[in-house]
T-cell receptor, first 121, second 111 residues
């Protein structure tokens, strides 16, 4: 059974940093690209960032480019999102998600349960 | 980069059918999309991948009541024999080089 478990969320002041983690199980992690998708309270889904199977290719939404960094550790079946210079508008539930291909140019087929990041003074 | 347009809401009676639309922006009408369901308070769930030809592949455990179809830039999700548990938000997704895009979502109400 595919499982994606996020952690690392919390309350942080504007301008601060947070590192989210996602631990995967139930599949061969380095066969798949991965993404982070967020959902602000009461709002829709927003793709944040994606990474291919070996970390060699990454992509970012314009709203987070230059502030967030995605990475992965295939030996530990883990995906990360380093979030710096956080703003109030980054407050959201952050989902870890799996793509169906190793390159990432494919649909999302599994989602984690999410971890909540709240940016507030 | 592609843009996906969805109606904000739809409603239908228990046991009837509802057809949701996701429209691709100009120049992107050949793109493949995916449909996802998000029940209240839950994480999204993958429903299916839908091609411009109308061919679709559903995720594991997705009931037969869910089907997909296409026409030009429009991608459709049809829910037949609507059940109370189908009351949810439905999002379409597409992708391009190093980016993914989600539609704004359609809230389905079961009357």
């Amino acid at each position: 059974e595919v499982q994606l478990v996020e952690s690392g969320g919390g309350v942080i002041r504007p301008g601060g940093s947070l590192r989210l983690s996602c631990t995967a199980s139930g599949f061969t992690f380095d066969d798949y690209a991965m993404s982070w998708v967020r959902q602000a309270p009461g709002k829709g889904l927003e793709w944040v960032s994606g990474i291919n199977w070996n970390g060699g290719t990454t992509g970012y939404a314009d709203s987070v480019k230059g502030r967030f960094t995605i990475s992965r550790d295939n030996a530990k079946n883990s995906l990360f999102l380093q979030m710096n210079s956080l703003r109030a508008e980054d407050t959201a539930l952050y989902y870890c998600a799996r793509q169906t291909s190793y390159g990432g140019k494919s649909e999302t087929d599994y989602w984690g349960q999410g971890t909540l990041a709240t940016v507030s003074s | 980069q592609p843009v996906l347009t969805q109606s904000s809401s739809a409603s239908a009676s228990l046991g009837s059918s509802v057809k949701l639309t996701c429209t691709l922006s100009s120049g992107h009408n050949s793109y493949i999309i995916a449909w996802h369901q998000q029940q209240p308070g839950k994480a999204p769930r993958y429903l299916m991948k839908l091609e411009g030809s109308g061919s679709y592949n559903k995720g594991s455990g997705v009931p037969d009541r869910f089907s997909g179809s296409s026409s030009g830039a429009d991608r459709y999700l049809t829910i037949s024999n609507l059940q109370s548990e189908d009351e949810a938000d439905y999002y379409c997704e597409t992708w391009d080089t190093n980016t993914h895009v989600f539609g704004t979502g359609t809230k389905v109400t079961v009357l």
